[in-house]
């Protein structure tokens, strides 16, 4: 995606600060039906985190867009903050696009969540999405068009935008506040739907 450096930031910084927003705002409107920016704090968490991993900006979008299924799914099993939301979710992100992969434990000591949480969560976020982390290219430059058009208006909709008909047609709108609690993960069992087993690294 095109013009995100601005006012001499890096790269980085931008990428950090724009998840942090994006994660922060989805997170919160799912949670409580109201959002706003995200703290200065998980901000430098964000930009830290992409800084100390292997990744690219598409490993970033990706992610992004895990967080976007999660949160229309509305299943918060074991999440308790946006933290480990995006930790989880950049952490499949990359182990979908990339063969270089962090171990949990890199993940450990670079996002400060125990390596038991970071299992633990991961099965949880795999199961919530039903194992279905393919993206088509299509629906990837549909994301990122989402995330241009929020980014330039800052209207948290665009991201929850549905196609009709073609690519350059929106019908916005947002997930109902509140997650399904009831829902319950067996994280001793990470076998899909279709009888693949999901390998933990």
């Not at 918060?76 to 480990?84: G, P």
């Not at 979908?96 to 996002?111: F, G, P, Q, T, V």
């Not at 999405?129 to 058009?149: A, D, R, V």
Request: charged content about 20%; hydrophobic content about 35%.
């Amino acid at each position: 995606m095109q013009n995100l450096n601005s006012n001499n930031k890096s790269i980085t910084q931008v990428l950090g600060e724009l998840s942090a927003n994006i994660v922060f705002k989805m997170w919160n409107l799912k949670k409580c039906g109201s959002y706003r920016s995200a703290e200065p704090h998980f901000k430098k968490f964000c930009t830290e985190i992409i800084s100390k991993s292997p990744i690219s900006k598409t490993t970033v979008f990706l992610a992004l867009k895990y967080v976007q299924m999660y949160i229309k799914k509305g299943n918060n099993t074991n999440f308790t903050n946006e933290y480990q939301l995006f930790t989880i979710a950049l952490m499949l992100s990359n182990k979908w696009l990339n063969d270089k992969r962090y171990a949990s434990k890199i993940w450990s000591e670079i996002s400060y969540i125990s390596q038991a949480d970071i299992d633990t969560l991961e099965i949880s976020f795999l199961k919530s999405l039903n194992f279905k982390m393919h993206i088509t290219g299509e629906e990837y430059s549909f994301w990122l068009n989402c995330i241009k058009k929020y980014h330039l208006s800052d209207r948290l909709e665009y991201l929850f935008a549905e196609r009709i008909g073609n690519m350059t047609t929106f019908q916005l709108t947002l997930p109902k506040p509140g997650f399904n609690y009831e829902q319950t993960i067996d994280s001793k069992v990470i076998e899909s739907p279709a009888g693949f087993q999901y390998r933990l690294f």
